[in-house]
C-alpha cells in the first residue's frame, strides 16, 4: 500500500517561498511510469494542479504557477519536494501530494493534506 505524507511550515509569510516535502512509502518513486504531484485547495475553493516530477526526473508545471514553482526529489529518501516562491496570501490553501500510475491517468494516492497559511 503506497502512502504518501506531507510536511513542512504551516505559516509562511509574504514574500517568501513555501517549501513542503512529499515522504512516499510502500513504492518507489523511481518506479516506471508513476508521476508524482502537488495539488492545492484554497479555502472555499476547488482543487489546482501545481504540478509533477515524473519516475525518471522530468517535471511538468501548470502554466500559471510555473514561474514561482520549482518540483524536486531525493530519490536516497523517496521523497519529492515542492517550492513556490514569492507567496502571498491568495497562496494559502491545503496542499496534498498525490500519484498517477502514468500520464493523464486518474490521481489514485493522496496524502492527507497539510495547510499552509501565509500571513505577517
Known amino acids: 500500500q503506497v502512502q504518501l505524507q506531507e510536511s513542512g511550515p504551516g505559516l509562511v509569510k509574504p514574500s517568501q517561498t513555501l517549501s513542503l516535502t512529499c515522504t512516499v512509502s510502500?513504492?518507489?518513486?523511481?518506479?516506471?511510469?508513476?508521476?508524482w504531484s502537488w495539488i492545492r485547495q484554497p479555502p472555499g475553493k476547488g482543487l489546482e494542479w501545481m504540478g509533477a516530477?515524473?519516475?525518471?526526473?522530468?517535471?511538468y508545471y501548470s502554466p500559471s504557477l510555473k514561474s514561482r514553482t520549482s518540483i524536486s526529489r531525493d530519490t536516497s529518501k523517496n521523497q519529492f519536494s515542492l517550492q513556490l516562491s514569492s507567496v502571498t496570501p491568495e497562496d494559502t490553501a491545503v496542499y496534498y501530494c498525490?500519484?498517477?500510475?502514468?500520464?493523464?491517468?486518474?490521481?489514485?494516492?493522496w496524502g492527507k493534506g497539510t495547510l499552509v497559511t501565509v500571513s505577517s
Open positions: 498525490a500519484r498517477t500510475e502514468d500520464w493523464g491517468d486518474p490521481l489514485d494516492y
Open positions: 510502500g513504492g518507489s518513486i523511481t518506479t516506471s511510469y508513476y508521476y
Open positions: 516530477i515524473a519516475y525518471e526526473g522530468s517535471n
